[in-house]
């Protein structure tokens, strides 16, 4: 399992475009479900979020989510 690393000033993470990730959403009743997507859209500065963000196209969904650094798991594949 590929993990993710923290950039210089640690708000950031080694996730590129194109990339394949999986991620964990969470509901109430349930634990976490995981979902495969690729990062259609970098790392968004922490100033327009109260966190860095990233957009991931899950696949499962056919939709774009917004994913926080707490719902990353692992890159799966880099993009080239």
Known sequence: MKKLRASSHNAGWDVRKG?????????L???????????VDGV?????TLF???SV???????????????LVEIISRAA
């Open 57 to 71: 196209y899950i696949f499962k969904t056919a939709a774009i989510a917004t994913i926080f650094p707490n719902n």
């Open 19 to 27: 990339d394949l990730v999986d991620v964990n959403f969470y509901s």
């Open 52 to 54: 860095p963000t990233i």
């Open 44 to 48: 968004l500065p922490e100033q327009q």
């Open 29 to 39: 009743p349930g634990g976490p479900v995981r979902s495969r997507g690729v990062v």
